[in-house]
């Protein structure tokens, strides 16, 4: 892990005074990197965006993660964009580790849903999907959505992905002609069995059944078309999951696809007559029949990969990002398709919460929808994506309102960590603007060690939070935790913040050369810790964590993973910083938000819609 050694004897050691309990911690990490065999990550522009590009040549290990594709039913709002973020962060996160990975995001673009859309905008339905979808991509871009791949399932290679599937379906047998009659939910585009399906009054007094989930209205559908063997599958389902307990994450969602499962499940109406439904892909030598919508959307996984020629490579290592609603369908219907079709399953189903918004749920007559343009607006894309990724706590929903977002990141972005490098970058502290020498007297590596050493028990024990920081962040990003990968790191700030106010160097004579030597070590420290977190933060807040690093001065090729060698001087090696100039001082690093830029709790309204696959 230390960038100075060569890799074949890489050792890593605790700096300064690390308990056991953390040198344990970090060796596994430098285990893992050696394993790895991590080239260097290079941050530059691409489009605007701040993005990281990896040596391919140098990374064989493949990594495959996507986002739902998002239903074109209407404009995008802040679930989509939460769906999006989280997914970005985690391919960002592995090619910062060095792996070659792959982001698949898109628009789901068929069914009755749209169909009846377009109509009622008075559009062709292409067009219409085009519109929408170009907005999702602006979106996305203004967010800087770091995707490698866009999906649409209007797109030609995606029919003949469908179509091919679809052939392989039906010649293995589990796909059959039938009768399909029950409960359907135009809506969430869902067959529902009748434990799904209650009583409701709408607003006319009249008595309706709705889906028990969504609370969409259902309609009751008798007619003929292909069916698809589900039932057949059921125990390799309950096999599959019970051998591997982390495949859907967080577990509560992994037990209740299990309780799912502890019932017989019906086989599958997998097709439409086009005499309901004209928009969506015709089941192959049958143009009567058009394939449901969501065995259509599900294919855009694998539609993306290259699916049915070289897509092998990618597809054994896809993990996949999902909303609590949509689970059903990636965690049932999905793996049994796979199942039936010959195809390695998932690696994983991360799945994620909704957000409420003022305690209430997004609703277009609410007129509560969150518009994700007018919030980075208001609180810029870093301020946003950091309270979506901090707050975001995949087992519950989560509550959206723009006091918390101020506050948040008012206290974490603009003082804390703000505050932290403008003081330790400050030209009254540091008036030749280069990176401090340490003193190993001043703070040596074991606190009993000298009579000159200035540090203190706290100061080692921020050392140790730091040292163990990578290690924590990754574990967190294996379990979706990302907010508690961001808790880490603002706890470290606080302590980084402490530790300064504890010694105050502001208060040293720079005439005493020891007093110089003391306070340029506390200097040399705050900026390592900072140096620390800003590669840490690359994932989540790409510019703000460049802002840190180039006002640091380190140079894009000391970004990596690699590059996590905490206070190498307390270890007696080098330090390729030491010495150097700083980068320009590029102002305040994330300016304080007022409450009078977040007037109306309610931003400009966005129409709510569910995504798809």
């Not at 008595?207 to 057949?232: A, C, P």
Request: hydrophobic share 35%; proline share 5%.
């Amino acid at each position: 892990m230390f960038s100075h050694a060569p890799r074949s004897c890489l050792v890593m050691r605790s700096p300064c005074c690390i308990l056991t309990r953390t040198k344990t911690i970090v060796l596994r990490l430098s285990r893992h990197a050696l394993h790895r065999r991590l080239p260097h990550v290079y941050s530059i522009h691409c489009q605007d965006l701040r993005c990281f590009c990896t040596d391919h040549s140098q990374s064989s290990k493949p990594y495959y993660i996507t986002t739902p594709i998002f239903y074109v039913n209407a404009s995008p709002h802040i679930g989509h964009v939460y769906s999006a973020v989280t997914a970005d962060c985690l391919h960002r996160f592995k090619l910062l580790q060095g792996y070659n990975s792959r982001f698949a995001t898109g628009t789901d673009e068929h069914g009755l849903k749209i169909q009846q859309a377009a109509s009622n905008a008075g559009k062709d339905p292409l067009n219409f999907c085009t519109e929408v979808s170009d907005s999702f991509k602006h979106v996305f871009q203004r967010c800087g959505i770091l995707y490698t791949d866009y999906i649409r399932t209007t797109e030609k290679r995606h029919r003949q992905a469908v179509e091919h599937f679809w052939t392989v379906l039906h010649s293995k047998g589990f796909i059959y002609k039938g009768t399909y009659e029950g409960w359907y939910s135009t809506p969430d585009e869902s067959f529902l069995t009748p434990t799904q399906v209650t009583d409701k009054t709408d607003s006319e007094g009249r008595q309706i059944k709705v889906s028990t989930e969504s609370g969409h209205k259902v309609e009751w559908m008798k007619e003929d078309n292909y069916m698809f063997r589900l039932s057949d599958f059921r125990t390799k389902l309950l096999d599959w999951l019970r051998l591997n307990p982390n495949i859907i994450q967080p577990v509560n969602f992994h037990h209740l696809v299990l309780q799912w499962l502890e019932d017989d499940i019906p086989d599958l109406s997998v097709s439409r007559q086009k005499s309901r439904l004209q928009w969506g892909i015709s089941v192959p030598g049958d143009p009567e029949q058009i394939i449901y919508v969501w065995l259509d959307a599900l294919v855009n996984y694998l539609t993306v990969v290259g699916y049915p020629q070289n897509y092998s490579q990618w597809w054994t290592a896809v993990h996949h990002v999902v909303g609590k609603d949509i689970l059903k369908f990636h965690a049932i219907y999905w793996p049994a398709f796979l199942l039936a079709a010959g195809l390695p399953l998932p690696k994983t189903i991360f799945v994620h919460s909704h957000w409420t918004v003022e305690g209430k749920k997004m609703s277009k007559s609410l007129g509560n929808v969150i518009n994700p343009l007018d919030a980075m607006e208001k609180f810029t894309v870093d301020g946003l994506r950091y309270f979506l990724l901090r707050q975001g706590v995949p087992d519950s929903d989560c509550d959206y309102y723009d006091d918390k977002v101020i506050k948040m990141c008012n206290s974490e972005l603009a003082d804390t960590l703000g505050g932290l490098l403008n003081r330790c970058t400050a030209p009254s502290l540091n008036p030749t603007q280069v990176y401090p020498q340490f003193c190993n007297s001043c703070f040596p590596k074991e606190p009993s060690e000298g009579l000159c050493g200035k540090a203190v028990s706290e100061d080692y024990r921020m050392v140790e939070a730091v040292s163990a920081l990578p290690v924590l962040v990754e574990q967190h990003f294996e379990n979706l935790h990302i907010y508690k990968a961001l808790e880490a790191i603002s706890t470290c700030v606080r302590m980084t913040n402490a530790f300064v106010q504890r010694h105050a160097p502001w208060k040293l004579d720079r005439n005493n050369p020891g007093h110089q030597q003391w306070l340029d070590t506390i200097l040399h420290v705050s900026l390592e810790c900072l140096r620390m977190y800003g590669i840490l933060l690359q994932p989540m807040v790409p510019d703000l964590a460049d802002r840190i690093l180039s006002r640091l001065g380190v140079m894009p090729e000391e970004r990596s993973w690699d590059s996590l060698n905490f206070l190498m001087k307390c270890e007696g090696r080098d330090c390729g910083l030491e010495g150097r100039a700083l980068g320009p001082d590029l102002g305040v690093l994330f300016n304080r938000l007022e409450r009078s830029q977040g007037k109306g709790r309610t931003p400009k309204m966005a129409t709510q819609h569910k995504s798809k696959s």
